[in-house]
């Protein structure tokens, strides 16, 4: 079965949005716009979402509300601590593999 995304709960007033300062909050559009005007890439906001929804089923990013407009509010605050260990994770990984190879190959040409 595939994973199916999120459900959402009702949909909330952006005033209801929780507020707090230590958390970085934001809508698919607005991470859409951030984009375009960061990088100069136009993304449209569902592809967007898309990829969001598989990062937050991954636990990459945290989806935390939908508005009454039926965007979904994100959680990014510990977003880039959870992608560098996940980078991190994948490199140490890529050099085991590769120290194997090379213990392997001097091993057998001993």
């Given at each position: 079965?595939?994973?199916?995304?999120?459900?959402?709960?009702?949909?909330?007033?952006d005033a209801q949005v929780?507020?707090?300062?230590?958390?970085?909050?934001?809508?698919t559009a607005q991470l859409?716009?951030?984009?375009?005007?960061?990088?100069?890439?136009?993304?449209?906001?569902?592809t967007l979402e898309d990829l969001l929804l598989e990062l937050d089923?991954?636990?990459y990013v945290?989806?935390?509300?939908?508005?009454r407009t039926?965007?979904?509010?994100?959680d990014l605050s510990e977003s880039p601590d959870r992608i560098a260990d996940?980078?991190?994770e994948a490199v140490v990984a890529r050099i085991d593999?590769?120290?194997?190879e090379q213990t392997d190959a001097q091993d057998g040409s001993a």
């Open positions: 079965m595939a994973d199916q995304p999120p459900s959402p709960p009702t949909p909330t007033t929780p507020a707090d300062d230590d958390r970085v909050l934001a809508t859409a716009r951030t984009v375009e005007d960061a990088l100069g890439v136009s993304l449209e906001p569902s089923r991954q636990e945290e989806w935390v509300t939908v508005t039926g965007d979904y509010v994100w996940a980078v991190a593999e590769w120290i194997a």
